[in-house]
């Protein structure tokens, strides 16, 4: 299946959602301007469709193999890499102190998503990287910058992130990985990792493993853990001791190496300081913040994906008596919840990474409060939509979809993975209500829904939207005064809701985010600007979603407030019975 980037809705949502053009006149922000927005969106979409979009297959049924110590990719990765690097696109998110463009972490996020919705597997590649990245402008020291940092925005070397452990997973605290001192400065780490994505391959010469040990006097638990830079390569050239020992055999994302990584067999891997003692969860969460919102990302950009193949297949498929399947009300009903629950989820996480961008250049505590409540939602909500989408997809599709042939059926086995790593979505919805909401940034945001509520004509499509969202922003009100009432004796109730919460908060940020696309579209169309058919097509699409998706929030209501008691009603050992 082929795969078109999504230029002029993304070039919308950046405009109307993210406010790019007021993001511009930030510190640092200036190079992102309408005509540099523009050309980046359509030179990698070019690299998307041509290069990434065309590997996706080979990639699934090839996969990556591991031959000794040394995991190969499929014919054709390592010439797109170099593409990849070759454009520059590794650097541009990245500090201009380290050769990187400064731009926008808004625009480098719908870069990533053109590249995951092309071939989800290989953008994990680039992600990883950029996640590595993060961390060391923010913690590592100028040595280790000027040596590997340079590297890394430059695109001509990988990077990881190295956490779990076989009995180590979600409790990050239970890790073994020691690192002992010594007498050059650096250390000797020794230990197992599991799950290590992108951990070995041959797209780059060297990949830079950031990996998470013990100090021999370090307390337990997480405050005890720091973090080491590992590269696969020495300075001197020298191979470290560090090797790719198994990799996993995965439902999708095959062309996505999931090592597991022997640290020290031979007690010589070579590991240097990142950050202060005792600083790795600090330091890795830099990387995971950033890495769940692009996450999130992977759920908007598979949903894009499948929903492009259901769309070709329902225009070209023909069944009874000579119509095709798009002229049926259920085939078109499903259609339109694809591209509404996509354009929703894409929304969403660019409104996420534009709240990190002000958040960062401008310094804004108001803006890093929203960031930091929307990235547990962007994370879980999107990502739980792709798997939904994808499936949904396949429906379109009907028996078509369930052989490989088609690539529907990869797509949704793609999908599945998202909602599990770089945190579980019940550990997302249990971090929103057990400290997000504590830190109060949603009252502002239900403010300004309830602003444009109010700003809502009584008439018309964008009049229908208006009572939808409110009933969807009451019963969110309602379960978030509920679970900021409960004492610490009702942790437990609050962590039963948490997941069906974090599911009407999404929805109702969806509704709302549409609502405000249908208003500048509607402008738009008032003031003679823009294409006609684009812009009816924005405000139809909201109130869809409105009218079909918006009601599942109120609904959660319920759900979400109902506590704990329920679910321990039947005895662990009559679940059985």
């Known amino acids: 299946m082929t795969y078109t980037a999504p230029t002029a809705e993304q070039r919308f949502v950046l405009d109307t959602v993210a406010d790019i ?37 080979i990639g699934d049924t090839v996969g990556a193999r591991l031959e000794g110590d040394t995991v190969t990719l499929p014919p054709g990765f390592a010439e797109a890499y170099a593409r990849y690097v070759e454009g520059g696109w590794a650097s541009l998110g990245a500090s201009p102190a380290h050769g990187g463009q400064g731009l926008p972490f808004v625009l480098a996020s719908a870069v990533q998503e053109q590249l995951t ?16 990245i993060e961390a060391l402008q923010a913690h590592a020291s100028p040595e280790l910058q000027e040596t590997y940092l340079t590297k890394l925005v430059s695109g001509e070397w990988t990077g990881t992130m190295n956490l779990t452990e076989p009995q180590a997973g979600s409790d990050v605290g239970a890790l073994r990985t020691r690192a002992d001192p010594h007498a050059d400065g650096s250390y000797r780490v020794k230990g197992q990792k599991i799950y290590i994505t992108w951990g070995e391959h041959n797209v780059a010469p060297n990949i830079v493993h950031l990996v998470l040990a013990r100090l021999p006097d370090a307390p337990p638990g997480t405050r005890g853990i720091s973090l080491f ?12 001791d560090l090797r790719c020992v198994g990799l996993e055999h995965k439902l999708g994302i095959h062309a996505s190496p999931t090592c597991t990584m022997a640290f020290g067999e031979h007690d010589g891997c070579v590991g240097y300081l990142v950050g202060a003692e005792g600083g790795g969860m600090k330091a890795m969460f830099t990387m995971m913040n950033h890495a769940r919102v692009n996450v999130g990302l992977q759920g908007v950009a598979i ?37 509404a629950s996509t354009e929703a989820i894409r929304a969403l996480a660019y409104y996420n990474a534009a709240a990190v961008d002000r958040a960062h250049a401008a310094h804004d505590p108001e803006a890093k409060a929203l960031a930091d409540l929307l990235t547990p939602i962007t994370k879980a909500y999107a990502t739980d939509l792709g798997v939904e989408l994808s499936s949904l997809a396949v429906q379109v599709f009907g028996g078509m979809g369930y052989v490989e042939e088609t690539g529907a059926a990869q797509h949704l086995r793609d999908a599945r993975i998202a909602p599990i790593y770089e945190g579980t979505n019940g550990i997302q919805a249990m971090d929103l209500v057990g400290r997000k909401l504590s830190a109060g940034a949603w009252k502002p945001l239900f403010a300004d829904i309830r602003d444009l509520v109010r700003a809502l004509p009584r008439a018309g499509d964008l009049g229908i939207i208006g009572p939808y969202l409110d009933d969807a922003l009451g019963a969110l009100e309602n379960a978030t005064v509920w679970m900021t009432g409960n004492s610490g004796d009702a942790a437990d109730d609050n962590a039963a809701g948490a997941t069906p919460y974090l599911r009407m908060f999404g929805v109702t940020l969806g509704g709302y985010l549409l609502a405000r696309q249908a208003v500048a579209a509607s402008e738009r169309l008032s003031d003679g600007e823009g294409d006609p058919v684009f812009l009816k097509a924005k405000i139809a699409t909201a109130r869809f979603f409105a009218e079909q998706i918006l009601p599942s929030a109120t609904a959660l209501l319920g759900p979400a407030t109902r506590g704990a008691a329920g679910l321990f009603a039947v005895p662990e050992e009559a679940l059985s019975a």
């Open 21 to 57: 053009t007021g993001l511009s006149a930030l510190p640092g922000f200036d190079g992102a301007t309408p005509d540099m927005v523009e050309a980046i969106l359509e030179e990698v979409g070019r690299l998307a469709g041509e290069v990434f979009a065309p590997l996706n297959r």
């Open 117 to 132: 919705s092309a071939n989800m597997a290989f953008s994990l590649c680039m992600m990883l990287s950029q996640g590595a």
């Open 229 to 240: 830079l590992c590269p696969k390569i020495l300075p001197d050239g020298s191979r470290n």
């Open 303 to 339: 949903a894009e994906r499948a929903y492009q193949g259901a769309l070709s297949f329902a225009k070209d498929r023909v069944q009874g008596g000579g119509k095709r399947i798009i002229e049926y009300p259920d085939v078109r009903r499903m259609l339109l919840t694809l591209k």
